[in-house]
């Protein structure tokens, strides 16, 4: 389906890991953009990380040094690793693609909580 689907939240203590998974189908998911966002309560939705057809990586300032975004283009799938996670970082995280000529797709979105 054209809409990603996304995997891998739950919850995990401070300082732990998790890593999320994005799948999407389609023959022209190699060029697509691929990004992560997160929206927690009371917050507006905002850009954790994207990851372009080349590779190119970009990261909001808060998760620098902690995430890291990759993509597998012969599985579809783009990933977020997110190590020394913090109660901050406690939202449900969506995935979005963006597709040439045919405009943005969000996923359902997963929760992550971190929480002692």
């Known amino acids: 389906q054209v809409r990603p689907v996304e995997s891998g939240g739950g919850l995990v203590q401070p300082g732990g890991s998790l890593r999320l998974s994005c799948t999407a189908s389609?023959?022209?998911?190699?060029?697509?953009?691929m990004s992560w966002y997160r929206q927690a309560p009371g917050k507006e939705r905002e850009l954790v990380a994207s990851i372009t057809s080349g590779g190119t990586t970009n990261y909001a300032d808060s998760v620098k040094g902690r995430f890291t975004i990759s993509r597998d283009n012969a599985k579809n799938t783009v990933y977020l690793q997110m190590n020394s996670l913090k109660p901050e970082d406690t939202a449900v995280y969506y995935c979005?693609?963006?597709?040439?000529?045919?405009?943005?797709?969000w996923g359902q979105g997963t929760q992550v909580t971190v929480s002692s």
């Open positions: 979005k693609r963006l597709m040439s000529g045919s405009g943005s797709y």
């Open positions: 389609g023959s022209t998911f190699s060029s697509n953009l």
